[in-house]
C-alpha cells in the first residue's frame, strides 16, 4: 500500500542550528514528492517538489530535499533554522493526479 | 493574483445536521481538491474536481460528496454530521496537469456537538 512516514513527529532546534527533518515512502510506482508547511490557523503552502532529474531540490525560505531512490526517503533540510520557521511541516507523495498521501507531519519548535 | 479563498472560515453543526462548504479556486484554477484535516487521521484526500466532473475520490463514505460549477467553484456536503466530522476541512487549486503545484485554502475549521 502507498503511505508516507514521517517518523519524528516533534523536533526542537535552537534557532542558527541546522534542521533534518524525515520523509519515507512507500510508493510502487515513480513517486511525485512535496513538503508543504502549515502554521497554525493557516493552509498548507507548497516548500518544494520532486517529480524527476536533479534529486537535490531547493525550494523557498532557503530549504532543500534530497530524493534517495535506493532509501525511499525525501529528507527536508536547512542549514541554519530561523524562529519564524516553527511550524508543522508535511512530506506527501503523488503520482501525477492530485490524490496525494501525506504524512502525519512534524511539528518544529525554535529555541531562542 | 487572488489565493484559494474558503467560506466560512468556522462552523458549528450539531449532529445529524448537515453543512455545505465552499471554495474560490485561483483564477485560471479547473481543478479543485478537498482534504479532511484531523489530529487523530491527519490530512486525508476527499475528492478531486476538475472541469465540474469528480476526477478522483477518496475512501469515504457517501455523507460526503462534492460538485463543481462552470466558474471552477466549488462546493463540499456533508450530510448527516458526526462527531468524528469535526475537523480542519483544506481545498487546493490547481492547474491543468496533476504535476502542477496545489496551492492550498485557509481552511473551514467544522466543529459538531
Known amino acids: 500500500a502507498q503511505s508516507v512516514t514521517q517518523p519524528d513527529i516533534h523536533i526542537t532546534v535552537s534557532e542558527g542550528a541546522s534542521l533534518e527533518l524525515r520523509c519515507n515512502y512507500s510508493y510502487g510506482a515513480t513517486p511525485y514528492l512535496f513538503w508543504y508547511v502549515q502554521s497554525p490557523g493557516q493552509g498548507l503552502q507548497l516548500l518544494l517538489k520532486?517529480?524527476?532529474?536533479?534529486?537535490l531540490v531547493q525550494g523557498i525560505k532557503g530549504f532543500e530535499a534530497e530524493f534517495k531512490r535506493s532509501q525511499s526517503s525525501f529528507n527536508l533540510r536547512k542549514p541554519s533554522v530561523h524562529w519564524s520557521d516553527a511550524a508543522e511541516y508535511f512530506c506527501a507523495v503523488g503520482s501525477g493526479t492530485y490524490k496525494y498521501i501525506f504524512g502525519t507531519g512534524t511539528r518544529l519548535k525554535v529555541l531562542a | 493574483k487572488a489565493g484559494v479563498t474558503q467560506t466560512p472560515r468556522y462552523l458549528i453543526k450539531t449532529r445529524g445536521q448537515q453543512v455545505t462548504l465552499s471554495c474560490s479556486p485561483i483564477s485560471g484554477h479547473r481543478s479543485v481538491s478537498w482534504y479532511q484535516q484531523t489530529p487523530g487521521q491527519g490530512l486525508q484526500f476527499l475528492f478531486e474536481?476538475?472541469?465540474?466532473?469528480?476526477?478522483n475520490k477518496g475512501n469515504f463514505p457517501g455523507r460526503f460528496s462534492g460538485r463543481q460549477f462552470s466558474n471552477s467553484r466549488s462546493e463540499m456536503n456533508v450530510s448527516t454530521l458526526e462527531l468524528g466530522d469535526s475537523a480542519l476541512y483544506l481545498c487546493a487549486s490547481a492547474g491543468l496537469a496533476g504535476t502542477d503545484t496545489q496551492y492550498f485554502g485557509p481552511g473551514t475549521r467544522l466543529t459538531v456537538l
Open positions: 474536481y476538475f472541469s465540474e466532473t469528480q476526477r
Open positions: 520532486y517529480f524527476s532529474g536533479d534529486t
